[in-house]
């Protein structure tokens, strides 16, 4: 048996119960023992049971995608990985037949099961996953930050799309995701980052992974200062991280003619904007869903050995396993970057 926090009931809150193992293996896959989860605002929306989770979610389901662990068990067809890996993982599971998986595209496949959304998670001790999602690190990355891998990839697909190298880049919403892009437009050489934000913790945060200018988006004219910033030009790159529409709206006064837009921020309302902007403009929009599979996870083992990232900085919460409902407190108060939760062997 094993501990696992499953959405249980149709209420707010994840439930600690001991279910079986997950020994059943397919010959594809793995079963990894947990060492470490961190927590995602897509587990915040479960958690609070708001509209959507009511929507999408179908109790009872052990929750939790972000995760990482050490092989134990393989299934007799897998090749790629070893019993003893420590591994972080793709948490989208795709057919691999379709159109869109047969082409490079899987992170739009049409038959994705999201594990701790349309499967069991990995907030528990154990998860059986496909050999194909497994990401074994060659880097010599403390373990601990092995869980942030997968929203690092958000970052990575985001910032990345469009070449933001010697380019001045707006991102907007320094939320852990956000501050990962940030990291990243450092590390490979953005000409200029400047971070858009209303928390004063990300805000401190931004300036401390290495944005060139941070502005106050409660209490400064963001659309001027950008203008300033940029000699009246614009941004030539917009990374938008936070779903916020009044930011996206304003972003469309301060991008460049020609510009290029990633979205990765989930909208909770329809939004609102003069489409004639992006229409006389130019610009060129990227809606960003997952990582690549797998250019993405490439990226990321090529930045992790460059050495130049700092999760460290980005992670600010390092919790038990026991303490989930203290965690998500953490999360509700948006007081802090990414919270990483270790379980104990």
Request: proline content about 3%.
């Amino acid at each position: 048996m094993m501990k696992a926090y499953v959405k249980k009931d149709i209420s707010p809150g994840f439930s600690l119960v001991l279910k079986d193992i997950p020994n059943d293996l397919a010959s594809h896959e793995v079963l990894i023992k947990v060492l470490n989860v961190s927590l995602c605002g897509t587990d915040v929306h479960i958690y609070e049971w708001d509209n959507w989770a009511q929507k999408r979610i179908k109790p009872p389901l052990t929750i939790g995608h972000e995760f990482s662990g050490r092989v134990v068990k393989i299934g007799s067809e897998v090749s790629r990985v070893r019993i003893g890996d420590i591994v972080g993982s793709e948490t989208h599971v795709v057919c691999g037949k379709c159109d869109f998986c047969r082409s490079g595209q899987g992170h739009i496949c049409k038959d994705t099961k999201i594990i701790g959304v349309d499967i069991d998670g990995a907030f528990a001790e154990y998860i059986k996953m496909p050999e194909d999602n497994l990401f074994v690190d060659k880097s010599g990355l403390n373990p601990k930050y092995l869980s942030v891998l997968e929203p690092l990839g958000n970052a990575v697909h985001t910032v990345l799309h469009f070449n933001p190298v010697l380019k001045t880049v707006a991102v907007i919403g320094c939320g852990p995701i956000g501050l990962m892009g940030i990291d990243v437009l450092k590390a490979i050489g953005a000409k200029k980052i400047i971070a858009i934000e209303t928390q004063k913790i990300r805000m401190n945060l931004a300036r401390d992974l290495g944005a060139d200018v941070v502005i106050d988006g409660l209490n400064e004219d963001v659309v001027k200062r950008v203008l300033e910033e940029t000699n009246n030009e614009g941004v030539d790159l917009v990374c938008e991280f936070s779903g916020n529409s009044h930011a996206l709206s304003l972003s469309l006064d301060y991008i460049k003619n020609g510009g290029n837009m990633s979205l990765l921020g989930i909208f909770k309302d329809n939004v609102n904007i003069d489409i004639n902007k992006v229409v006389f403009k130019g610009l060129n929009i990227y809606g960003v869903t997952g990582r690549r599979m797998y250019e993405s996870w490439q990226q990321i083992d090529s930045l992790l050995k460059t050495n130049k990232l700092h999760l460290d900085k980005v992670v600010t919460h390092h919790l038990d396993f026991n303490q989930m409902d203290e965690a998500f407190k953490i999360m509700e108060d948006k007081s802090c970057g990414k919270i990483v939760l270790s379980i104990k062997e």
